[in-house]
Structures are given as C-alpha cells and as structure tokens.
C-alpha cells in the first residue's frame, strides 16, 4: 500500500482540488464546505495506515521514548532508553543502542535542537532538545 501511496497518492487528493475549483469557478461556498468536509474526514482516514506503518517500526523507539543521548568524538552514539517506573514515577534505565560513527551523516544545532541525521532507511533523523 505505501508503494501504491508514494506513486499514486495524488489520484487521492483530486476530488479536493475539484471541490476547491469548483468553489472558487461557482463562488458557491457549499463547494468550500464539501472541500472542507474531505480534508476533516477523508484525509485522516487516508493518512492513518502510513502513521501505523511508522509508529509500529522497531526504530520508532527512537523518536518516541524517552532517552538520553551521549556523543563520543568519531566513535559512536549511544542512545540510553528510560521508562517510567509505575511505583516511584522515577525513570529507569531498559536498554542502550549504539549507533556507529559511519552511520551518522552529520549534527547541527538549530532552534534549540541538536538534530542528528543519520544514514538509515527508516527514521533518519534523532532530535535533542536542549
């Protein structure tokens, strides 16, 4: 389905265009309604399975965990991973991921960030708030 998305997710957006061409040749805002009721409606459903596609990746972990991230000079990355503890409330530690230096295309700090790119398929990007 992603495939059939990435090449020919267009086709779905055409009966949005067609309702916007509509309102704006008619100036008829039902047009405009029906445009409307296709984006809070339609879309969602449309957008849904390529979210779960994602959030059910293994390295989803990345971006949705809490985490902590140390940065070793031209070796690693080493992503350490918390949860919260449902008797304390206190974070504690489930595992690490190392991340090799040759696997991380570059870092930069931007907005308050520090954003990490990395060189995989899925989930190229870990982002560090400051």
Request: glycine content about 4%.
């Amino acid at each position: 389905m992603l495939l059939w998305m990435a090449t020919r997710g267009w086709v779905l957006f055409l009966p949005l265009i067609a309702s916007v061409a509509l309102a704006v040749a008619l100036a008829d805002v039902r047009w405009a309604i029906v445009a409307l009721a296709y984006i809070l409606v339609c879309v969602p459903m449309i957008l849904t399975p390529i979210a779960f596609s994602y959030i059910l990746k293994p390295a989803a972990r990345r971006q949705l965990s809490m985490k902590t991230v140390d940065i070793a000079p031209d070796s690693s990355l080493t992503i350490t991973y918390f949860d919260i503890d449902p008797d304390s409330g206190e974070p504690v530690g489930t595992g690490a991921e190392i991340i090799p230096s040759s696997e991380v295309r570059s870092i930069f700090h931007i907005f308050h960030k520090t954003i990490i790119l990395l060189k995989s398929e899925d989930f190229q990007i870990i982002i560090i708030p400051d």
